[in-house]
Nanobody, 125 residues
Framework: QVQLVESGGGLVQAGGSLTLSCAASERTFSNYAAGWFRRAPGKEREFVAGITRNGFNTNYADSVNGRFTISRDNAKNTVYLQMNSLKPEDTAVYYC??????????????????WGQGTQVTVSS
């Protein structure tokens, strides 16, 4: 079973940047697509970004497209989420997840079978 640990969250002012990391306990993590989701207060968890196993294809939610960048280093079993131009509405708990597919990026929670515990990102206005 893959264990995922997120890090890099914190408090940042609007317009600032943060980079989240997600480290996996198993090398098999690099064999599957991966994604980031977030849950804002009072809202359901939503898809943010995803990346295929080889990193060649990425996909983003409209709300973060152009501001966030997902990447991965398979040698380190780690996926990253670079977040720029942060807005107060980006405040949420951010989760990384390992997909059940290798070559496609799903937007639904059911497309992912392993989850981290989340890291809090707070953007002040």
């Amino acid at each position: 079973q893959v264990q995922l640990v997120e890090s890099g969250g914190g408090l940042v002012q609007a317009g600032g940047s943060l980079t989240l990391s997600c480290a996996a306990s198993e090398r098999t993590f690099s064999n599957y697509a991966a994604g980031w989701f977030r849950r804002a207060p009072g809202k359901e968890r939503e898809f943010v970004a995803g990346i295929t196993r080889n990193g060649f294809n990425t996909n983003y939610a409209d709300s973060v497209n152009g501001r966030f960048t997902i990447s991965r280093d398979n040698a380190k079993n780690t996926v990253y989420l670079q977040m720029n131009s942060l807005k107060p509405e980006d405040t949420a708990v951010y989760y990384c997840a390992s997909a059940s597919s290798r070559y496609s990026v799903g937007h639904r929670e059911n497309d992912y079978n392993y989850w981290g515990q989340g890291t809090q990102v707070t953007v002040s206005s």
